[in-house]
Nanobody
Framework: QVQLVESGGGLVQAGGSLRLSCAASGRTFSNYVMGWFRQAPGNEREFVAANSESGVNTRYADSGKGRFTISRDNAKKMVYLQMNALKPEDTAVYYC?????????????????WGQGTQVTVSS
């Protein structure tokens, strides 16, 4: 079992930065692929970024490449999403998720555990 709690969302102007954090509970955090997804009103939940159990391998959605960075600290059971050069279209609820042996890093159906989400609003 893994419980996830996100934090760090808020209101920021376009071009600004935010760092999202996700705190995990459970003894086997380092066994899970960790991902970030987001969901805007009226849209499906979409993939943002993910990294492997060790953090060595990462994947990004095209929308965030060059602007977002995912990282993790297995000792602290934390995963982060650094978001720079934010745009109004980045506005969404951002979710942290954990997957054990996922078929796909980018498919939300591969993830077993989800946090409650944190709101990110980017004003123009």
């Amino acid at each position: 079992q893994v419980q996830l709690v996100e934090s760090g969302g808020g209101l920021v102007q376009a071009g600004g930065s935010l760092r999202l954090s996700c705190a995990a509970s459970g003894r086997t955090f380092s066994n899970y692929v960790m991902g970030w997804f987001r969901q805007a009103p009226g849209n499906e939940r979409e993939f943002v970024a993910a990294n492997s159990e060790s953090g060595v391998n990462t994947r990004y959605a095209d929308s965030g490449k060059g602007r977002f960075t995912i990282s993790r600290d297995n000792a602290k059971k934390m995963v982060y999403l650094q978001m720079n050069a934010l745009k109004p279209e980045d506005t969404a609820v951002y979710y942290c998720a954990a997957a054990r042996y996922p078929r796909s890093y980018t498919d939300k159906r591969s993830y077993d555990y989800w946090g409650q989400g944190t709101q990110v609003t980017v004003s123009s």
